[in-house]
């Protein structure tokens, strides 16, 4: 994508487009070494109700085997959104995500713990030459294949415990998983059957071509592992998670942090499968300017992300993003499509409200709570830890009790996972007039009007 309109400015520093704060559009197709780090200039701005679109390069397995890259995925260069000061938070728009990738690979991992420093995602080590973050050389295809710049020993951290080859067809529907002919095919050309953009530089996983299941279908349906705003201290970008992110306490690397710490992060990295085309992302902001980056599109994700990874591809990506001043959220805040929302957190139809209020007014009462569907992400190490976080967050946001946010989400939603070890998504219906104070009620009506 061309870069020629975009200008690099440091978080906070205004453009001006057609008279007004910030530009109308940014194009992105530059990405970090794996660092989320606030105090290096952003590009942008883009004007409140401006647009992001960027191409994206694939998330895990590619940067996992590349220890160049520092924080275990390849995300782009955040962008300022004009006017944004820490305490606000910005609304993200998904307007559409669409895969170019032709194929992927993906599995299980296995860590090789000799070759790094205490974190295979952050602090990749040669083993044989003791060079970190090591720069890497491709020769031929297989899980030998990465080899150090160096020193030409092996020198991925990881390497597939079980993995598969998945290749899928001109409209993006379904992925057929490949058996060893097919995939090897792919390895030899690797870059090109996962359409890598030209600015990237990760390792493509499809050179391992792993082979551990064959002829298994799955239905392609893309979301965003990475989308969110950037951490208010240095910090990996995998890691920028309660889960992840715990890892780097008391780390042996030079972005090891105290527990304290970890209050900086963003929750950027969600892998809730929710976070695709249609849906509204709520973000908070903990620099100026904000800095909205993305990466990790998975062609398709169960609930859990059971195995680790999924199936990591590139693509482009088109974001619409709004400010609003002074929410003051400590993560993230989704509205899901319609369709994504447990059976008993979707909004009333006409028909149950009428059943409802008929059941009110029979026992005195003169109406019943408008209310409307709402998503709290909460990270944390464990999912108990990230239930919690979450509850906790969304009593700060309703001015009301974790006791009471319980109830809301038992009898009106759902907790959610979105990635096995800690993150969740608190769904459950809120009471439209606090959504209202909160500035929060027009984009849920966006979402539900008429459902």
Known sequence: MSTNVQSQVSAGTNGRSNGHAGHETVYVDQFIDGILDPNKP??????????????????????????????????????????????DAIA?????????????????????????????????????????????????????AVRCANCGADATPFKFASGYTIAFDNNRAVGVTLAQNAAETIAHDANYYAAMPENSIQNSVLTFCPTDLVGLVGRLRPFMGQLGTTPSMPMPDSHNAGD????????????????????????????????????????????????????????????GEIAGHTTDVSGTVTLQVHLLKGLNIDGPILFPLAEDLPFLAKPLTVDEK???????????????????PISVVGTGPDLNSATDNGLERAARLLDTTVPAIKNRATITGAIEIGRHPGVVQVTFRAPASKLAEKGLLGFAEDQYAGT
Request: hydrophobic share 40%.
């Open 42 to 87: 952003m590009l942008g701005p883009v004007r409140d109700g401006g647009h992001i679109i960027a191409n994206t390069a694939p998330g895990c397995w590619g940067p996992m085997i590349t220890p160049e890259i520092r924080g275990g995925h390849e995300v782009t260069k955040p962008v300022a959104v004009a006017g944004a000061e820490v305490g």
């Open 244 to 303: 992840f992110g715990s890892f780097l306490i008391g780390a042996p690397h030079e972005y090891g942090i105290a527990a304290a710490d970890l209050h900086h992060r963003t929750d950027g990295h969600m892998d809730i499968d929710a976070v695709r085309a249609g849906a509204i992302l709520i973000c908070p902001v903990k620099v100026a300017g904000g800095g909205v980056y993305m990466g990790d599109m998975h062609a398709m994700q169960g609930d």
């Open 354 to 372: 009428a059943q409802a209020l008929a059941v009110a007014k029979s026992w005195g009462m003169s109406g019943i709570e408008e209310s409307m």
């Open 92 to 144: 993200i728009r998904i307007k559409d995500i669409t895969i170019t990738s032709m194929a992927t690979a993906s599995g299980n991992d296995i860590i090789l713990g000799e070759r790094c420093l205490g974190d295979p995602y952050v602090a990749g080590k040669c083993e044989q030459c003791g060079t970190v973050y090591p720069k890497t050389v491709i020769r031929g295809i297989g899980q030998e």
